[in-house]
């Protein structure tokens, strides 16, 4: 069977109700949002709508391996770790992403998710913490972000934008501005790894006396930018 034929039976015929596709499951140090430094389990769901030009992880868009709940679970536990995030590819796009969170908060995991801000966040477990990306202009998604989302935030949640220029930073402080997000949650301002220098953003913050929270991705630092850290 050729690749693309296997991915298509795989897609075509997900044999039990609780199985996902899953790119990598990896124990790292938590490089961004909230809980960055803290040991963390990543589950890295396989497939994402979007394709954002400065995508980090197109890596996850195709191919993975069906595994069920319990498996996951067991792998989880396996490294020992307080704290899990669940990211992608887009982890929404995949309805059962919502069964695997719930069941890592049973198990008492600090659950975190990433998510793009393009799909819906309403029926994510209210213990999970959301980490919701609002893509700006330069990403190429910014038709994609689903406004409506903002209202099932709280605070214990992060709004993030990614931003690979200026033009991003003035849509973002619109956007800050616009919605009040600061008022509803964290709000973080990460540059484009690569595109943006972080100290021209960290200067721009500065000058413009923002409520948001400055974040570079610890994990690049440490590692450079490579799958599985
Ligand atoms: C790879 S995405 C996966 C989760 C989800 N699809 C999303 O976009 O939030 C995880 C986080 O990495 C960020 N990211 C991806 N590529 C990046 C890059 N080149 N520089 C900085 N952040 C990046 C995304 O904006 C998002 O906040
Ligand atoms: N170390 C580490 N921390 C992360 N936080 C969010 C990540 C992601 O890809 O969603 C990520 C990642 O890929 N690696
Ligand atoms: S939504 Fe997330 S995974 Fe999908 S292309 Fe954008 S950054 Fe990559
Ligand atoms: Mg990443």
């Not at 991915?7 to 961004?32: D, K, M, N, Y």
């Not at 769901?45 to 191919?63: S, V």
């Not at 890592?104 to 801000?117: H, K, M």
């Not at 943006?196 to 913050?205: D, G, K």
Request: charged content about 25%; hydrophobic content about 45%.
């Amino acid at each position: 069977m050729t690749a693309i034929v296997r991915e298509a039976a795989e897609a075509a015929a997900p044999a039990s109700a609780t199985r996902l596709r899953i790119t990598e499951i990896f124990h790292s140090i938590q490089g961004e949002a909230d809980a960055v430094g803290w040991p963390t389990v990543f589950v890295r769901l396989t497939g994402c709508p979007l394709r954002c030009t400065w995508c980090d992880t197109e890596y996850a868009f195709h191919g993975g391996q069906w595994r069920d709940l319990d498996t996951i679970l067991a792998e989880v536990a396996g490294y020992g770790a307080r704290h899990v995030c669940v990211t992608g590819g887009e982890p929404l796009a995949q309805k059962r992403c919502l069964a695997l969170l719930a069941r890592l908060c049973d198990a008492g995991y600090e659950v975190a998710l990433e998510t793009s801000g393009a799909l819906d966040v309403s029926g994510v477990d209210r213990r999970v913490r959301k980490v919701m990306d609002l893509k700006a202009p330069g990403s190429g998604e910014a038709a994609r972000n689903l406004w409506s989302n903002l209202e099932h935030l709280t605070p214990r949640d992060q709004v993030k934008c990614v931003l690979a220029d200026r033009a991003d930073y003035d849509w973002a402080v619109a956007r800050l501005r616009e919605h009040r997000l600061a008022e509803r949650c964290t709000v973080l301002f990460s540059p484009v790894h690569g595109a943006l220098a972080p100290r021209e953003l960290a200067e721009w913050i500065l000058a413009d006396r923002l409520p948001v929270r400055f974040q570079l991705q610890l994990h690049k630092a440490l590692w450079g930018d490579v799958p599985g850290r």
